[in-house]
């Protein structure tokens, strides 16, 4: 995962300037987290880079917990939600408010973002669904910094994301990271 830490030099509606080592970096964040900081303000970003090929166009957006960025990883994932709409998906509420409009199948909670029709809605919902316990564990707040961590190795190993959650529930807390980077692919390796 990575993130920007430094000094927030401008507040747009849509977007802040985060200077680190003399380097301002134009970042989108959800609109209710912008209103939560001040100008001059030293604050932690969690970042994910986008490359639009069609727009030959490259944007940082940035997220002031690791859970809000996990869920936007999740929301571009899905077919038809680029990171502007999971952006403004994020800014309708909380992320516990999301998953009980998921749960519930409020299509029109959804639709209420431009660019987002009710069929999309619907399929949306339908794709969330199908990753709700990833979600409620990200929202929870059930996974600690190590488990960022072991995901992230896990990932570069070739794990996919959804088969690794379910899994970290059952090793061992009291672990070294390295014997439970071995349990983890041994459960990994045993599901496929």
């Known amino acids: 995962m990575f993130y920007l830490r430094g000094k927030i030099v401008n507040l747009k509606k849509e977007w802040i300037i985060i200077e680190v080592n003399n380097i301002g970096f134009k970042v989108f964040l959800p609109k ?74 409020k ?9 987002v029709g009710r069929k999309t809605a619907q399929r949306m919902i339908l794709e969330l669904n199908s990753k709700i316990t990833q979600i409620e564990k990200l929202a929870s707040k059930e996974i600690k910094e190590k488990d960022f961590e072991l995901i992230e190795v896990l990932e570069s190993l070739g794990f996919k994301r959804e088969k690794i959650f379910p899994i970290l529930k059952k090793i061992n807390p009291d672990l070294k990271f390295e014997e439970k980077i071995k349990e983890a692919i041994k459960m990994l390796s045993s599901c496929s």
């Open 107 to 115: 299509t029109e909670f959804f639709s209420k973002i431009s660019g």
């Open 32 to 105: 209710r987290e912008i209103a939560s900081l001040k100008l001059f303000q030293f604050q932690k970003i969690y970042t994910f880079f986008y490359y639009n090929l069609s727009q030959n166009n490259f944007s940082i957006f940035g997220f002031l917990e690791e859970k809000e960025f996990y869920f936007f990883e999740i929301l571009v994932g899905l077919p038809k939600i680029g990171p502007k709409i999971a952006l403004a998906i994020l800014d309708l509420a909380d992320i516990d408010t999301l998953i009980s409009a998921i749960k519930n199948q």
